[in-house]
């Protein structure tokens, strides 16, 4: 009996020796250089307290260019240089387009039906893609909307110049209102009584769904975690919001439709869409939930990025009084003592821009966005 007992002992011993060093040999063949990770967390205390891009430079100035690290249950690949980024964004893309599914995207992007969350890059989102670049974000459509532009616009100019040279002027309250009031009358045809609250429900959603989320990093007890913490309910919350807001405002363009006093010259992001609803040239069933999570992806990236990103512009310049004035003589060298800039002043002179266009990279650099930072999972 003693025997028996010793010799089912030993096998154990001997086969969990043996997993562990094939385990750690396919660690060693096929996995990056990188921190020493620890038991249950592995390396998230590494990025407790820190800015995550700054906190990844630094250790990739340790372990190299591509770097592996495991935050909780999440193994991780780390990109820190043009040269490496290149070839997983474009020349292998295919491989390491796969994203982490995340809890925020189940519940608040329908599914992660949209681009931001979809977690599996493959036919789909091929298709989803193509949609957006074709009937969205193509040349005509963005330029069909530069009358927006230029008269929100115009008209944060005003409000500027009419608050006097000595008074204090909320920057960037101003920024996100031409923001909003820009992407809500390109998608919806108007401003919206409930863009304000639309655009604050998507900001509580980056907060829930950026960084590193104690439920997303152990996707083993997401479950509970996300209850424990109150995750669920708080997205659960914003995903009611914004899919009331969205149904009310679709419900109203679709009756525009219908008694077409829309024109094709008129449309708003929200009536191609659902003019697209049941068309196959796409590949795959146009929804209701597709158009919302579309509209939501718009949103998403034409406000909260864009305002947060020229708020930061501004914020860098003013501190750095030469960088300003040489971006003010060129300005000046090229449109003199005119009043107002318009798109195609703009497009005219981008020869001569070239310090706007490596202030506007360099302020990407330092304050990257949420929907910027890319994150891939092995």
């Known amino acids: 009996m003693n025997d028996d007992l010793v010799y089912v002992c030993s096998a154990l011993a001997v086969s969990v020796l043996?997993?562990?060093?094939?385990?750690?040999?396919?660690?060693?063949?096929?996995?990056?250089?990188?921190?020493?990770?620890?038991?249950?967390?592995?390396?998230?205390?590494?990025?407790?307290?820190?800015?995550p891009h700054r906190a990844m430079r630094d250790l990739a100035g340790v372990h190299g260019p591509l770097m592996y690290l495991r935050v909780g249950q999440v193994p991780l690949v780390v990109v820190t240089s043009k040269e490496v980024a290149r070839e997983v964004l474009k020349t292998h893309d295919a491989i390491f387009a796969t994203r982490p599914k995340l809890m925020a995207g189940d519940i608040v992007a329908y599914g992660s039906t949209d681009l931001l969350f979809c977690s599996t890059p493959g036919d789909y989102f091929r298709k989803l893609r193509r949609l957006c670049v074709q009937e969205i974000l193509s040349n005509d459509r963005i330029r069909s909307y530069q009358d927006i532009r230029e008269d929100e616009?115009?008209?944060?100019?005003?409000?500027?110049?009419?608050?006097?040279?000595?008074?204090?002027?909320?920057?960037?309250?101003?920024?996100?209102?031409?923001?909003?009031?820009?992407?809500?009358?390109?998608?919806?045809?108007?401003?919206?009584?409930?863009?304000?609250?639309?655009?604050?429900?998507?900001?509580?959603?980056?907060?829930?769904?950026?960084?590193?989320?104690?439920?997303d990093l152990f996707p083993g007890f997401t479950g509970i975690l996300s209850f424990l913490t109150g995750q669920r309910r708080n997205l659960e919350g914003v995903r009611d919001t914004i899919d009331g807001i969205l149904e009310e405002i679709i419900n109203e363009r679709e009756q525009i439709l219908k008694s077409g006093t829309s024109t094709a010259?008129?449309?708003?992001?929200?009536?191609?869409?659902?003019?697209?609803?049941?068309?196959?040239d796409f590949g795959f069933p146009i929804t209701r939930s597709t158009v919302k999570a579309v509209i939501l992806d718009i949103f998403a990236g034409g406000t909260e990025t864009s305002g947060t990103s020229m708020e930061w512009a501004m914020s860098e310049l003013m501190?750095?009084?030469?960088?300003?004035?040489?971006?003010?003589?060129?300005?000046?060298?090229?449109?003199?003592?005119?009043?107002?800039?318009?798109?195609?002043?703009?497009?005219?002179?981008?020869?001569?821009?070239?310090?706007l266009g490596l202030v506007i990279k360099e302020t990407f650099r330092l304050h990257p966005c949420p929907c910027m930072l890319l994150r891939a999972a092995v």
């Open 18 to 51: 043996a997993i562990a060093v094939v385990q750690l040999l396919k660690a060693r063949q096929r996995l990056p250089p990188g921190p020493l990770n620890l038991p249950v967390i592995g390396s998230a205390h590494r990025l407790v307290n820190a800015l």
């Open 265 to 280: 010259s008129e449309k708003n992001l929200v009536e191609v869409l659902l003019g697209l609803q049941g068309n196959e």
């Open 153 to 215: 616009v115009r008209s944060l100019v005003e409000d500027i110049r009419a608050a006097g040279p000595s008074a204090p002027v909320d920057l960037s309250r101003k920024i996100y209102k031409l923001t909003n009031g820009i992407v809500s009358r390109a998608a919806f045809g108007m401003k919206s009584s409930k863009a304000e609250d639309f655009v604050a429900a998507i900001k509580h959603s980056f907060v829930y769904s950026t960084g590193f989320s104690i439920a």
């Open 319 to 355: 501190a750095n009084p030469k960088v300003m004035g040489k971006l003010q003589g060129e300005i000046r060298a090229a449109f003199g003592d005119k009043e107002f800039i318009s798109e195609a002043d703009l497009r005219a002179s981008g020869s001569v821009m070239k310090y």
